[in-house]
């Protein structure tokens, strides 16, 4: 996956939630939160994983309290 663009095409479901690096990703039962680095070896690191009751309670549905919670997670 080199591309933003790529990564959509294959999962349309990928929500980028922050400067097209933090996505949050459905998977089963549970939604994840990943880095993804397009740059050099594309490498990819899961930040948060939870169920969807347990994402509401922390990120609130908002990409303002998503943005609060990298930055106080020293992600960003």
Same mark, same amino acid.
């Given at each position: /996956?080199? *591309? $933003? #663009? %790529?990564? !959509? *095409?294959?999962? $349309?479901?990928? %929500?980028? +939630? ?8 459905? @998977? ?5 939160? @990943? !880095?993804? =680095?397009?740059? =050099?070896? #594309?490498? /990819?690191?899961?930040? &948060?994983?939870?169920?969807? %009751? =347990?994402? =509401? ?7 303002? +309290?998503?943005?609060? &919670? !990298?930055? %106080?997670? *020293? &992600?960003?």
């Amino acid at each position: /996956m080199g *591309e $933003p #663009g %790529d990564l !959509l *095409e294959k999962r $349309p479901d990928a %929500d980028n +939630v922050y400067k097209g690096k933090f996505y949050f990703f459905d @998977i089963h039962i549970h939604r994840a939160l @990943i !880095l993804i =680095e397009f740059e =050099e070896e #594309g490498e /990819m690191t899961v930040v &948060w994983v939870g169920n969807h %009751d =347990e994402y =509401e309670n922390t990120f609130k549905n908002n990409r303002r +309290v998503i943005r609060k &919670w !990298l930055i %106080d997670n *020293e &992600w960003i």
